[in-house]
């Protein structure tokens, strides 16, 4: 038997009076949400840990008000005789929130869980990895201080990839991570945003090839939540239908049944018939920019964007029909500008400010437009 989660004290038990919670939120991986700090070692054992940089990351997730950051724990071991301390540091939501007589623990747990949610989908668009908590602590605030505990099983320990964030921790202070999370619930098609982070995340830590179709999976996703359905091509139902019965009437015209093999032919062209309604991606992409506007010069400057665009896509119909996309398609480097496209066009439907970006961001970028052409 797999366990999934192993939960303690957190029951459907009512209580007559409300209670305050402290409650601790530990986030994988270990790295995220830093700042810049000062750490002090001496030589009688005292240590220190000094933010260079003051400013709180608060976040209010359902009833808890929380405070993200970083936490200490602790542990002794012993080498040669010599005792060592260890310091472990781990990204931590924090904070408290309040269990009316009404409801029990077990209500506000799952209502946290579903809201942790949108601040670990917030979190990987920042961090370009998946973000994820693995544990959530109550402890009563009374005299007795119990303390009730949900630890999710986790079969790998993640640790921060390597590379600059998307979004540093300075612009997730003051409201910041609010506005994110708040961005992404209420966003009208959230369902397809939240999967559009998904895949840019996986591409980050995925092989080249399965990273390459994550991020096309995104770009797909992001190109979705900025047009309706049908937008692109203003073809009625109707319309389209007189069209699709004409375009099979022509096929018909156009190959007899003279030997056995032309109803074979007449079906497989009949069937490409419904593909014409589907809009290129290099439309899509198009509309899109025109009604975002996300930077787009520089990502493949030696071409025309939408020549880029539409390099990058036969890449991917290679890999996927004959699993391989030639020699003379570089698709790492589109890797890199197909993913740099896509969170340019998220942030702009999130109506994140620019400056509010991490200003090494496109680092990668700017590394594939040197490579040789």
């Not at 240590?47 to 542990?75: D, F, N």
């Not at 900025?226 to 203003?234: D, K, N, P, Q, R």
Request: with cysteine.
């Amino acid at each position: 038997m797999r366990v999934a989660a192993v939960q303690v004290g957190i029951t459907q038990e009512l209580h007559s009076h409300s209670r305050q919670l402290s409650v601790i939120i530990q986030l994988q991986p270990s790295g995220i949400l830093s700042l810049p700090t000062i750490h002090e070692h001496h030589y009688d054992g005292h240590t220190s840990v000094e933010p260079v940089e003051e400013g709180l990351i608060p976040l209010r997730l359902g009833k808890a008000q929380l405070e993200a950051g970083l936490t200490y724990e602790y542990g002794s071991s012993e080498a040669d005789g010599n005792e060592i301390t260890n310091r472990v540091q781990r990204a931590t939501f924090m904070g408290r929130l309040e269990v009316e007589p009404t409801e029990s623990l077990f209500d506000v747990h799952e209502h946290l869980k579903k809201a942790l949610s949108d601040a670990c989908i917030a979190l990987s668009l920042c961090y370009r990895q998946t973000v994820d908590y693995y544990q959530i602590e109550y402890m009563d605030n009374d005299a007795q201080g119990k303390r009730m505990v949900h630890r999710r099983r986790w079969n790998l320990v993640k640790r921060r990839a390597s590379g600059d964030e998307l979004i540093h921790a300075r612009a997730l202070r003051k409201g910041g991570l609010q506005r994110l999370v708040d961005g992404i619930r209420g966003f009208p098609r959230s369902e397809e945003l939240r999967q559009a982070i998904k895949f840019l995340a996986a591409s980050y830590t995925a092989e080249l090839e399965t990273a390459y179709f994550m991020a096309f999976s995104a770009m797909e996703a992001i190109l979705a939540c900025c047009l309706e359905e049908g937008e692109v091509l203003a073809l009625t139902a109707g319309r389209w239908k007189k069209f699709e019965r004409e375009i099979r009437k022509r096929i018909e015209e156009l190959i007899p049944l003279t030997n056995d093999s032309d109803q074979e032919i007449r079906d497989k062209l009949c069937e490409k018939v419904p593909e014409l309604k589907r809009t290129t991606l290099v439309r899509r992409v198009s509309v899109a920019c025109e009604r975002y506007k996300p930077k787009t010069s520089d990502l493949w400057v030696d071409i025309p964007f939408e020549e880029g665009i539409e390099k990058a896509a036969r890449a991917r119909n290679g890999l996927f029909h004959v699993a391989g996309a030639g020699v003379d398609v570089m698709i790492g480097l589109d890797l890199i500008r197909v993913r740099t496209f896509t969170e340019r066009l998220l942030l702009k439907l999130l109506s994140w400010p620019d400056e509010e970006v991490w200003v090494w961001y496109d680092q990668n970028l700017k590394w594939a437009n040197q490579q040789p052409r």
